[in-house]
């Protein structure tokens, strides 16, 4: 039978709590503040291994969870903007933006490569590290969702082949 198989994590510790302001151009930008990310998965194939599965569980879990961890507790900060100034000193990082200046204790602060700290690109980013960091060998695409609240998420999906 013709078909594909598609399974969805979303355990309820695939989470992170984090502090951050989404830009909205070179004048204009959120206050910084904090969400408690939640984080699904899911999984598409056609082949099924000889004992019935598509993929590892326990190796989409444990991928999932280091991901959310690295970024759990901290304030994220987008390394890659073009509206940013951002300077390490003294263990600190400081941030301008339009007339803002923030200083944080550098041990406080993930820089991540990104533009923005948008749910559309912390679904792309961790996309990336789960596909970096499992074997992908037997499924042909990966979806991975992050909601910053109820009713208010973002889906990247796409296929790992070809």
């Given at each position: 039978m013709e078909g594909t198989y598609t399974l969805e994590l979303a355990k309820e510790d695939f989470k992170f709590s984090c502090a951050h302001f989404t830009l909205f151009g070179a004048e204009e930008a959120e206050l910084l503040h904090g969400h408690n990310y939640q984080v699904a998965v899911e999984v598409v194939g056609r082949q099924l291994d000889e004992e019935g599965m598509l993929v590892s569980f326990v190796e989409i879990k444990n991928a999932v969870r280091a991901a959310c961890r690295r970024l759990d507790s901290l304030t994220l900060i987008p390394a890659h903007s073009r509206?940013?100034?951002?300077?390490?000193?003294?263990?600190?990082?400081?941030?301008?933006?339009?007339?803002?200046?923030?200083?944080?204790?550098?041990?406080?602060?993930?820089?991540?490569?990104?533009?923005?700290?948008?749910?559309?690109?912390?679904?792309?980013?961790?996309?990336?590290?789960?596909?970096?960091?499992?074997?992908?060998?037997?499924?042909?695409?990966?979806?991975?969702?992050?909601?910053?609240?109820?009713?208010?998420?973002?889906?990247?999906?796409?296929?790992?082949?070809?």
């Amino acid at each position: 039978m013709e078909g594909t198989y598609t399974l969805e994590l979303a355990k309820e510790d695939f989470k992170f709590s984090c502090a951050h302001f989404t830009l909205f151009g070179a004048e204009e930008a959120e206050l910084l503040h904090g969400h408690n990310y939640q984080v699904a998965v899911e999984v598409v194939g056609r082949q099924l291994d000889e004992e019935g599965m598509l993929v590892s569980f326990v190796e989409i879990k444990n991928a999932v969870r280091a991901a959310c961890r690295r970024l759990d507790s901290l304030t994220l900060i987008p390394a890659h903007s073009r509206h940013l100034e951002i300077a390490e000193s003294d263990g600190g990082i400081e941030v301008r933006f339009a007339g803002r200046r923030y200083v944080f204790p550098e041990q406080d602060v993930l820089l991540l490569p990104v533009a923005n700290t948008s749910v559309e690109l912390f679904a792309r980013m961790l996309w990336q590290e789960l596909v970096a960091s499992v074997q992908t060998r037997s499924f042909e695409a990966l979806g991975v969702r992050v909601a910053e609240t109820a009713g208010q998420s973002c889906w990247f999906r796409a296929p790992l082949h070809g």
